[in-house]
């Protein structure tokens, strides 16, 4: 999973997928539903919310990689989210694979902002136990 997730887009893909949608566009005004799930898949999330919206038939796999595509970017409550509402739909184990790793990362992330927020709390504390110390050694020699 995490190997997917890592995973770059070609720029040589991405350029395929911007070609094809503009033709598209420029022929006619209007872009089919798979060039814009290829290139949303390029680009990232906010076509893919667009098209979850406009296109109820392909809702599934948009939910999918909405799940996927927020994941690959760290937004782990989002993608929670997306994997939620994707089981709910349907049960899947590919789904439910995603959502386990977005659970791991998550507490990962938690443990890594509790970790540093100790950190800190400490040196703050540090920081106070000197003034202190300090505060009361001038008293002293002012006696």
């Given at each position: 999973?995490?190997e ?5 887009v070609?720029q040589?893909?991405l350029?395929?997928f ?7 566009l ?6 089919t ?11 990232g ?7 979850s ?6 809702r ?20 929670l989210?997306?994997?939620r509402?994707f089981?709910e739909?349907?049960?899947?184990e590919?789904?439910?694979s ?10 990962k992330?938690?443990?890594k ?5 100790g950190?800190?709390a400490l040196?703050?504390?540090?920081i106070?136990g ?6 009361k050694n ?6």
């Amino acid at each position: 999973m995490e190997e997917l997730l890592n995973e770059i887009v070609p720029q040589e893909e991405l350029e395929k997928f911007e070609k094809k949608y503009a033709h598209e566009l420029e022929l006619d005004g209007e872009v089919t539903i798979e060039t814009k799930f290829e290139y949303a898949m390029c680009l990232g999330i906010m076509i893919l919310e667009d098209l979850s919206r406009i296109h109820a038939e392909g809702r599934r796999d948009y939910i999918y990689y909405l799940a996927f595509g927020n994941a690959r970017i760290k937004n782990y409550s989002e993608g929670l989210k997306y994997c939620r509402a994707f089981l709910e739909i349907e049960s899947n184990e590919q789904v439910r694979s995603l959502e386990e790793y977005i659970k791991k990362q998550n507490d990962k992330e938690m443990a890594k902002g509790m970790a540093v927020a100790g950190g800190a709390a400490l040196v703050l504390g540090g920081i106070l136990g000197l003034g202190i110390a300090l505060a009361k050694n001038r008293q002293k020699r002012e006696k």
